[in-house]
T-cell receptor, first 113, second 110 residues
């Protein structure tokens, strides 16, 4: 049982490049979300999904897109990377709602030069 | 003012000692509360939920004070392995909003 997996673990991008951060879970969870974590700040919600085909914006959605074509996968796309997007990105899933245990992936460390 | 605030620490704790720290939240409509643990360069993991009556899980005790709008975590008989950052998480049903605090770093030393 892999839980929540994320790829890549590390990535360096140049300003203006695009990329997709992958997230997959094998727990059949309906709720999935993407967070970014910056030093001294709490995790901030970027986008979330309550089921396949349903996505919505979180607190800091600008510069990011998501899609949810299957229950298992929830990729995050950076459209045109900026240095302000340098951060650690965590994907999370939960089975029964946001007030339940969030299961996080191991994170992707992104550096934008 | 941040919705969820924590003392970033670090709290330097001798092994075997007791440490306690709080987390304050600004929205009185907050309904559910949690402590997550995050090891260095790792993902957060649920440590415990916080119930109105207070709850204990081994050496860890969580308390909720709704009147003063804070939750607390107490660690007894600290172990070296308790060194981590502890994240306070608050859920508000209206808006289905989960808010994370910035974390309190605890360093347990021999």
């Amino acid at each position: 049982n892999a839980g929540v997996t994320q790829t890549p673990k590390f990535q360096v991008l140049k300003t203006g490049q695009s990329m997709t951060l992958q997230c997959a879970q094998d727990m059949n969870h309906e709720y999935m979300s993407w967070y970014r974590q910056d030093p001294g700040m709490g995790l901030r919600l970027i986008h979330y999904s309550v089921g396949a085909g349903i996505t919505d914006q979180g607190e800091v959605p600008n510069g990011y897109n998501v899609s949810r074509s299957t229950t298992e996968d929830f990729p995050l796309r950076l459209l045109s990377a900026a240095p302000s997007q340098t951060s650690v990105y965590f994907c999370a899933s939960t089975g029964a709602g946001w007030a339940e245990t969030q299961y996080f992936g191991p994170g992707t460390r992104l550096l934008v030069l | 003012r941040k919705e969820v605030e924590q003392d970033p620490g670090p709290f330097n704790v001798p092994e075997g000692a007791t440490v306690a720290f709080n987390c304050t939240y600004s929205n009185s409509a907050s309904q559910s509360f949690f402590w997550y643990r995050q090891d260095c360069r790792k993902e957060p993991k649920l440590l415990m939920s916080v119930y109105s009556s207070g709850n204990e899980d081994g050496r860890f005790t969580a308390q909720l004070n709704r009147a003063s709008q804070y939750i607390s975590l107490l660690i007894r008989d600290s172990k070296l392995s308790d060194s981590a950052t502890y994240l306070c998480v608050v859920f508000k049903a209206a808006g289905n909003k989960l808010t994370f605090g910035g974390g309190t770093r605890v360093l347990v030393k021999p």
